[in-house]
């Protein structure tokens, strides 16, 4: 499985911007997906994650400002981020793995594939 983001850029406080990641191989619905981020200096850290049934779950830093997405048909999975900070600044990387225990959702060390990263820079 290779993934491949985009939709990364440079946008002002408020802005928004929707992140794509295609799957090089089919994502036959049993694929756990998320989305990870990582700032200078920062640990990578869970943002949102998808499950096989297409339940979400978001980290409480962006509650409410995004929206994890996928489209089967077209191996591709999405995360759109609304009302951008300053702190939302960092690579994004898509991740993804056939299973990945509840307790694991948001853990980079639960998920076996990822992409390369799209950067994200929010300025004030």
């Known amino acids: 499985v290779q993934l491949e983001e985009s939709g990364g850029g440079e946008v002002q406080a408020g802005g928004s911007l929707r992140l794509s990641c295609v799957l090089s191989d089919q994502i036959y619905g049993d694929y756990c997906m998320a989305w990870f981020r990582q700032a200078p200096g920062q640990e990578r850290e869970g943002v949102a994650n998808?499950?096989?049934?297409?339940?979400?779950a978001y980290a409480d830093s962006v509650k409410g400002r995004s929206t994890i997405s996928k489209d089967i048909a077209k191996n591709t999975l999405y995360l759109q981020l609304n009302s951008l900070k300053p702190e939302d600044t960092g690579i994004y990387y898509c991740a993804a793995d056939a299973w990945v225990p509840f307790s694991g959702i948001l853990r980079p060390d639960a998920y076996g594939y990822w992409g390369q990263g799209t950067q994200v820079t929010v300025s004030s």
């Open positions: 998808i499950g096989n049934l297409g339940n979400t």
